[in-house]
Every structure is written in structure tokens, then in C-alpha cells.
């Protein structure tokens, strides 16, 4: 690594100077490791993640560093093939280091964003079972799942990691839902399910499918735009479940009762556990102005969200569903709510026109005016500092800032400063509690991300994932005080009814 590590002569330099100075091999090894130590592998997609280009920029810098970051590349594994599975299982029986750094493993048909069949699914399981103890995460995409795939041994083998606590389905096609259920109830040690972009071939079940064995210990759901009966087996696993967190995607016309029922019958189900909500709003029509309030009522009712302490709206464009907030606010009962947050998504090719199509909006409309009033309600006292978010992200490359869609930095700082004095003229009451948060910069102080102002704005899913944590700190700070006074109560009330000794 010494040998790679030099700096190049400055040009012009004769040959005659001397070297320029090597870092040591430990050196380099520990600069590796501490750009290794942002790569988040908690996000599904890492496509343009800086610490990800960093490290494979790393690696072809010579042979050591190659070597130095082979290990932590491969924490995610990518199979799409059966040659994949077994050159992975030639590599972990040649570097047996290997089995204890594979964290997670995606099994995708061969063609990105097509799906088609993934036969190595079963490969994988049976060849591969025990040989992974660090395994983690499992990741099925892109596929097509016809039936006979997978042998009923295979599906036996999956239990073999017996680590694996969450499961990733996206832009699958099922042939039955009694197959998603048995791959669900394969997985013993399962806590958090992503169904995202799933189909199913089977319309209409025959009978009911027995529940995975192993619902009651989901913790998480993500479920967003999978076919009707997906949703009803994932309705009934949530009944079955203690859900902390629901991710919930819909879409469709809510005019109509059939896509409106579905929606409201797994809000429902996990109503009495859930404490952190996001919902992802693409309605394919506008509802009238006048029919709002009965639509949230009978879709997106949350009256029923006692646990909650935070919640995330995501809208798409053109914002349509953007009216619904108010009344979706409104109907919230809950005394442990904290947090709330509003994310617009732009069309990555139009990002400065939807940009400022939704702060004309926020500006013409009395939607702010509405959030500020219902806000000072008794049930939101407790809303954190900074508590209130807005930001706007984008639906094309991943990791990208909002500000690299602009023609200009000026622009988008324009469109930033107007949004800023929108916010604080609308919502005064609101920006004199000090709960909103419109956040444009982040510092990192301490290893903690700090607000860099009181009202901005964030524009991008990374610094909306920050405000998040910053959020669970106060909210663990906040549980921690409650149970330490309650502690202190109980103690003072057992001294008070303690028997008179003193005589």
C-alpha cells in the first residue's frame, strides 16, 4: 500500500528532488476504513452514495488498497445469476474471512429494472445456508416467481440464517400469495419486511393462507403499491403483529370505496401499536375541495394512532393530496405526538418549474394558514424544537442534491429564501413556538447533526433521514426523563404509606 500511497511530484518538478512523503500502510488503512464508516447499508439503493464511489475509487488505486476495501464492498453482495452463487461460494471457501463480513445479499433477475426469473434463489439457499452466521439482510428484486422455482427443501434451508431480520422485496411478480407467505414465515429471526412493487399472478384466492409463523415479531412494515392481495395478507399479518412502524405507499381514485377500504384497513390494523407513520401519497385524481374532509375520514383517518409520536407525508407531483393535510392533522389524538414532516418529491427534468408550482401553491392556498391554527391545539404541546419539517427531495438519481437540478446555486438559494419568508408570514404562530424546522444546511458537531438555522429547508432524503435522528435522540431523551420521574414519583410514594418506625 506504501508503494500507491505517494503523492505525485508536483509537474515540472526535476528529478532530482526529493520524493514527496508516503503515508504510512496503517495510515491509508485507517483513512479507508473512516470513509468505509459512512457507507449506510440501511438504504436499499447505494447507486451515487459518495462513500460508495469513494471506496470503489479506493480499490483501483493499486493492490492493497484493492484488498483493503474488498472487504468492506462486499458487506452487500449482488447475485443474479446461478454462476454468482457459486463463484460466492468458491470465494468463501477459499477466504473463509469472508463469511463473517457478508452482511447482506441481493438476489435479482439478471436485467436491472426487469423482471424476470431468479432460478438461483434456490441455489442460493441451498448452497449457501450456514455459511453466511453475519447475514443480516436479504434483498429478492427484479424478479419474476413462477411456480416450482423453489423446492419445498429449499424454503427449509432459508431458517438456516437464523440471523436474518429483515426481508426486501421489490418489483417481484409472485405466482400465489401462499408463497409470499411461506418465503415471509421461512425467515425466523424476521423483524422488518419491505414489500415494495409487488404483483401477484393469483388474483382471487381459493382459501385463506395460513399467517407466517413469525408475523407476531414483525416490528416493521414498509408496504407501497403492491396488487390488492398483497395488501389483504399484509392487512392480516399486521392484525397479528405489534407494528412499530408502518411505511405505507397508495395511489389510486378515491372517489371510489374498493382502493380507499384496503388503505384504511391497514391503518387500522396497526393502529394500536405504531408510534413512527409515513405515508406516501400519489392519488391518481384530485378530489374536490368540498369532499376533502370525508375522504380523510374514510381513508386516512388517524384518530386511532394513540402510540404515535411521529409523522412523515410524502407527496408526489403534482401535490394534489397537499389540501389533505390539514384534515389529516386534525383528526390525530395522540399525546405523544412530536414530529411532523412534509416532503414534496419533483420531477428530477422539470425540478425549478414543480419547485416553484408548489410554493405558489403553499402561497395561494390556506393550507399553511390551517397547519399553523390546528397546531396550537393541547394535543401538540409536546411538539419538539424544530419538531415541524418542510423539504422538498426528487424522484430521479439517488444521492443527488436538489441543487444540482438547477441551472444556478443563486437560483435555487432564491427559490429558498422565498420559501423561508413564506413559511415564517404563514405559520407565525408556529415560528414563535420555535417548532419549525426548514432546514437548508446541516453541521455535523460532535458527531451529531445539528440545525444550522431555525427555519430552511431540506432537499434531500439524506438531510431529511438527519432531521430524523435528531428527532429519536429527543424522543429518547424525552422517554428516559419520563421514566426516570416516574421512578422518583413511585419512590416518594412508597416513603409516604412506609410504616412509622420511628417510636
Known amino acids: 500500500m506504501e508503494e500507491c500511497a505517494s503523492t505525485a511530484a508536483a509537474s515540472g518538478a526535476s528529478s532530482q528532488d526529493d520524493p514527496a512523503p508516503r503515508l504510512p ?4 488503512g485507517r483513512i479507508i476504513d473512516h470513509v468505509a464508516a459512512g457507507l449506510n447499508l440501511h438504504y436499499t439503493s447505494l447507486a451515487g452514495n459518495p462513500a460508495l464511489l469513494a471506496l470503489q475509487s479506493c480499490a483501483l488505486v493499486c493492490r492493497d488498497w484493492y484488498f483493503h476495501t474488498w472487504y468492506h464492498l462486499r458487506q452487500r453482495v449482488h447475485l443474479r445469476d446461478r454462476n454468482d452463487v457459486r463463484s460466492l461460494s468458491r470465494t468463501l471457501h477459499e477466504r473463509p474471512r469472508l463469511r463473517g463480513v457478508v452482511q447482506q445479499v441481493v438476489i435479482s433477475g439478471h436485467t436491472p429494472r426487469q423482471r424476470s426469473p431468479i432460478q438461483h434463489l434456490g441455489t442460493f439457499s441451498a448452497m449457501l445456508a450456514g455459511k453466511l452466521p453475519e447475514l443480516s439482510r436479504i434483498s429478492i428484486e427484479d424478479a419474476e416467481w413462477p411456480v416450482g422455482l423453489m423446492r419445498v427443501e429449499d424454503f427449509g434451508y432459508l431458517a438456516a440464517f437464523h440471523l436474518v431480520h429483515t426481508l426486501d422485496i421489490a418489483n417481484v411478480t409472485v405466482s400465489s400469495i401462499a408463497q409470499l407467505a411461506r418465503l415471509i414465515s421461512a425467515l425466523p429471526a424476521l423483524r422488518e419486511l419491505y414489500c415494495v412493487n409487488v404483483d401477484c399472478s393469483q388474483k382471487h384466492p381459493v382459501s385463506p393462507v395460513s399467517l407466517p409463523l413469525n408475523c407476531a415479531s414483525l416490528e416493521f412494515l414498509d408496504v407501497r403499491w403492491v396488487a390488492p392481495a398483497v395488501e389483504d395478507l399484509l392487512v392480516r399479518i399486521s392484525q397479528a403483529s405489534r407494528l412499530r412502524k408502518l411505511y405505507f405507499g397508495v395511489d389510486g381514485d378515491y372517489t371510489s370505496s374498493s382502493a380507499g377500504s384496503r388503505t384504511q384497513a391497514l391503518l387500522d390494523a396497526s393502529a394500536a401499536s405504531v408510534e413512527v407513520l409515513t405515508l406516501w401519497i400519489a392519488p391518481a385524481s384530485s378530489v374536490d375541495s368540498h369532499t376533502v374532509g370525508s375522504t380523510v375520514e374514510r ?15 410524502c407527496l408526489y407531483h403534482p401535490f394534489v393530496a397537499w389540501s389533505w393535510i390539514p384534515h389529516m392533522v386534525s383528526r390525530i389524538h395522540s399525546d405523544h405526538l412530536m414530529a411532523i414532516s412534509v416532503l414534496f418529491f419533483i420531477h428530477a427534468d422539470h425540478a425549478s418549474a414543480n419547485l416553484d408550482g408548489a410554493v405558489t401553491m403553499m402561497e395561494e392556498d390556506g393550507t399553511l394558514v390551517r397547519l399553523d391554527d390546528i397546531l396550537q391545539a393541547d394535543c401538540f404541546a409536546d411538539i419538539a424544537s424544530g419538531g415541524i419539517c418542510l423539504g422538498f427531495d426528487h424522484d430521479g438519481i439517488d444521492w443527488l442534491p436538489v441543487v444540482k437540478l438547477f441551472d444556478s446555486e443563486s437560483s435555487f438559494r432564491e427559490q429558498c429564501g422565498r420559501r423561508d419568508e413564506l413559511v415564517r408570514r404563514k405559520m407565525p404562530r408556529c415560528n414563535g413556538r420555535r417548532i419549525l424546522t426548514y432546514v437548508l444546511h446541516w453541521v455535523r458537531c460532535n458527531g451529531r447533526d445539528a440545525l444550522s438555522s431555525l427555519l430552511s429547508i431540506v432537499h434531500s432524503f439524506e438531510e ?4 430524523c435522528y435528531n428527532m429519536n435522540e429527543i424522543h429518547e431523551a424525552t422517554q428516559h426523563q419520563k421514566a426516570k420521574t416516574g421512578v422518583e414519583v413511585q419512590s416518594e410514594d412508597d416513603a409516604a404509606h412506609a410504616p412509622d418506625t420511628s417510636g
Not at 301 to 313: D, F, G, K, T, V
Not at 464 to 467: A, G, Q, R, Y
Open 25 to 28: 500502510t496503517e495510515i491509508c
Open 464 to 467: 431529511h433521514e438527519n432531521w
Open 299 to 313: 381513508h386516512f383517518n388517524l384518530s386511532r394512532h394513540e402510540m404515535l409520536w411521529r409523522l412523515h407525508i
